[in-house]
């Protein structure tokens, strides 16, 4: 008698899970990492075809996903935005990071305290304000989300977003009548995100930004060209920054000789407690300025920053928190949305 070759009968849950991994890959999301961002009931949602529903259905209201009418999740349409991205990054590698993103925001934009009111337009007036009412000679991280959120504009830090694909350094979107910052990239310390934070404010000024449902502006990375690759809204917003955050935009550079991480830590402290600008900015705009041997000394600044006397060890992903707990309304929230914010460590 010929041997007949058998095949185990899948297992149901296991063949669910299977087939929405695959849907969901087509769209950009990983589901190996989106799962552990889920509710808790999301285990028992793959034991029947309903529950599967109901993890579509959260999906859609708080992934940037949607349902089509066959019950296949695509990616939620939303407006043509304006990518600034670099020559090797494609709109489709940032799209599904941009989506779940967006979809963070409006959440977080209905739940918002204060109504939002427009940023003044001149970054040396918006500096003098948000310096008189800090406690500082320089204008830190802190101070900086705090200026944000008191015109009623939430800013949200997502370096885990789980999307495959790059992500994003930062973002501008308006959603449910107000403009949300959105910061993805992952810093060691405080100082790497004010220049970001600074650089998306200024595109916010400038109104570079339509104020019309879904609209947005995505910055693959934030840095300042030179020559033939300049944009003049990314110049603009880079100048409003490096106003922001210096008196009259003052700049600085390394000499040439190159200091040790101790001797660059005690020279930035003193620089800028003497010129008005963060200890930690003045070592990255020193550092960005700067060539050694061709290249720009980043290890020398990333050891530098770790020795800068600091009033508290907060990194910069609890000082985003903190600023939005405190100023968000958790009772216009769903609890399983909450539960969602809180597992992606924005809450």
Known sequence: ????????????????????????AEVGVVWNSLKQVLPDWIDSAFQSRSGIVELKTFLSRNAGLQLTSDGHLTTKQLPAACFKTNAATSVDQ???????????????????????????DEADAFREKILKYGDKAWIDLSMLLSACWTHGIPVLYMPSLPVQGRKME????????????ILTKKVPHPDWLLFVLAHEIGHLAKRHLPEDEGQAIVDDTVEVKAGDDRDQQEEEANRFATHLLAPGGKEVTIGKRLPVAAEFAAVAQKYGQDNGMAPGYVILNAVHNSSINGK????????????????????????????????????????????????????
């Open 94 to 120: 940032v799209t599904a990071a941009r989506s779940m993103a967006t979809a963070c925001a409006r959440l977080l934009a209905k739940a918002t305290k204060t109504p939002y009111t427009r940023l003044p």
């Open 170 to 181: 930062g973002m501008v979107t308006f959603v449910s009548g107000r403009p949300v910052i």
């Open 1 to 24: 008698m010929e041997a007949v070759a058998l095949s185990p009968i899948p297992n149901t849950a296991v063949k669910l899970e299977r087939e929405l991994r695959a849907e969901l």
């Open 296 to 347: 720009k000394p980043y290890p020398l600044g990333q050891a530098a920053l770790k020795l800068l006397l600091a009033e508290d060890d907060s990194s910069a992903a609890d000082l985003c928190k903190n600023a939005l707990r405190e100023r968000i309304d958790v009772n216009l929230l769903r609890d399983d949305s909450i539960e969602f914010l809180e597992k992606l460590d924005l809450l």
